[in-house]
């Protein structure tokens, strides 16, 4: 999906995960359909936005100077992808990975979304640019459903004045480790009740970035009040 480009607009790339970035349990080009859809609607200081969506291939970030804000929607690879040697090997995608860390270091904006925080497993920067991930082995979500998320109060501008919560249906994502410079904005409950962090910012690494652990699929993208969070997460990057 491609919406009009103008030089006055904020530019917009949203990644959908494929190949290595891909998995059987996640349709990323139809969220990255409805994450376009939604963040083509957008005016940030009187701006618009255009909006681009993309594969992961190793020349995707070729020109991405040109970029205001990345969107990350991509994952892990399938069951045996990498072993069986399929595609580009992690030499050829060391220029991908090395064109991010150099951009958001360099003031970039990025909006992570969901699997993000298992996504890249090839680039040692990642996860400082993400500030936090998912741990292999440890990180879990239960069953797919209803799901309350519970925004922090305060200043913040992606939450101040915004509603308590957020409600949708989505998977719910646990036990992620969290950088101690991330500010955590947003829980979940776990099957305990426990909270677990799901949305977060961090601008340690001299940009910045939020990451939201919400969207699994497109139900989740059906909640006005998810689109809500999204809309206050990219106009926070924008600004």
């Not at 003031?107 to 090839?122: K, P, S, Y």
């Not at 909640?223 to 809500?228: F, I, K, T």
């Amino acid at each position: 999906m491609t919406t009009t480009r103008d030089d006055s607009s904020h530019r917009i790339l949203v990644l959908a995960g494929r190949g290595r970035y891909e998995d059987p349990w996640h349709d990323h080009a139809a969220t990255s359909h409805r994450l376009a859809e939604a963040l083509s609607e957008l005016t940030v200081h009187d701006r618009p936005t255009s909006v681009v969506v993309r594969s992961t291939f190793p020349d995707a970030l070729d020109d991405l100077d040109a970029v205001d804000l990345l969107v990350v929607n991509a994952g892990t690879s399938w069951p045996g992808f990498l072993e069986a040697g399929i595609g580009p090997d992690d030499e050829a995608w060391r220029p991908f990975h090395s064109a991010l860390s150099r951009w958001a270091r360099d003031g970039g904006r990025v909006l992570a979304v969901h699997q993000a925080a298992n996504t890249f497993a090839d680039s040692e920067d990642w996860r400082d640019l993400l500030g936090g991930r998912w741990v292999p082995g440890e990180s879990y979500h239960p069953p797919f459903g209803p799901a309350t998320v519970r925004l922090a109060t305060g200043g913040h501008p992606i939450v101040a004045g915004a509603p308590d919560t957020v409600e949708l249906e989505d998977e719910r994502y646990c036990d992620l480790r969290v950088a101690e410079s991330s500010e955590v904005l947003g829980w979940v409950p776990d099957d305990e009740g426990a909270s677990q962090p799901v949305l977060w910012t961090t601008e340690e690494h001299g940009g910045r970035t939020v990451y939201c652990g919400l969207g699994h699929d497109v139900r989740a993208y059906d909640s006005p009040s998810y689109l809500r969070l999204l809309a206050r997460a990219a106009t926070w990057l924008l600004s």
